[in-house]
């Protein structure tokens, strides 16, 4: 299990893993397809990995903190271009399996 920082992204279909971090976790290719970015299609290197989310400190009682909360099935993501600031890119594929809520206050609610 490794910690690392997400960018939700509700415009991206697909989740994606920075190619350094899929190395340090040994995750082992699982071919390459062919993308639609912004800047144009790309082909892009396959993997399957778990996914958590940290829980809120405020579900947490009296001050415990709780453990990371794993989606059921593992998630099949592709790679993107090194250099950017996040190592994970939660998309639609993701978000679209539960119920995800943007508030004005910059606060976020994801639950599945």
């Known amino acids: 299990m490794r910690e690392a920082q997400a960018l939700v992204d509700t415009g991206a279909t697909s989740t994606a ?3 350094w971090l899929a190395d340090e976790l040994g995750l082992e290719p699982m071919g390459r397809r062919v993308i639609g970015t912004a800047a144009g299609q790309r082909r892009a290197t396959a993997y399957r990995f778990s996914l958590g989310f940290q829980a809120s400190a405020l579900l947490a009682p009296s001050g415990l903190t ?3 909360v ?4 593992e998630v099949y993501g592709i790679d993107f271009t090194e250099g950017i600031d996040f190592q994970i890119l ?5 978000l679209a399996k539960g119920s995800f809520e943007m508030h004005p206050d910059h ?3 994801f639950a599945f």
């Open 66 to 68: 709780a453990g990371p």
């Open 70 to 73: 794993f989606l059921p099935n």
């Open 17 to 19: 893993i920075a190619p």
């Open 90 to 94: 939660i998309g639609m594929d993701i």
């Open 107 to 109: 606060r976020w609610r």
